[in-house]
């Protein structure tokens, strides 16, 4: 377990930092399920590159190579930790 462990929605923008895990609601939650599909998996690099305009949502998040636009509620999903 590390230390500063954050939920991706709470990391600031360009910060460098690395997924724990993604939790869900239940043993079938589909969004915590797609999250996993598309690469929130444990140690793949990510951040936050951008926020919207307004309530800052959507988040245009990267993840390895590849960017997404998630909704603050799913990013709270997403467990991270600073990297080193």
Same mark, same amino acid.
């Given at each position: 377990m590390y230390l500063s462990t954050v939920n991706l929605s709470e990391l600031s923008p360009f910060t460098p930092a #690395?997924? +724990?895990s993604v939790s869900g609601l +239940? /043993?079938? +939650?589909p969004i915590s399920k !797609? @999250? !996993?599909? @598309?690469?929130?998996v444990e140690g793949e690099? #990510? /951040?936050i590159v951008a926020r919207g305009p307004i309530g800052a949502d959507p988040l245009l998040v990267q993840i390895g190579y590849t960017r997404f636009a998630l909704r603050r509620t799913e990013a709270q !999903? #997403?467990?991270v930790h600073l990297a080193s």
């Open positions: #690395v997924v +724990d +239940d /043993s079938n +939650d !797609r @999250l !996993r599909e @598309l690469g929130f690099p #990510v /951040s !999903r #997403v467990t």
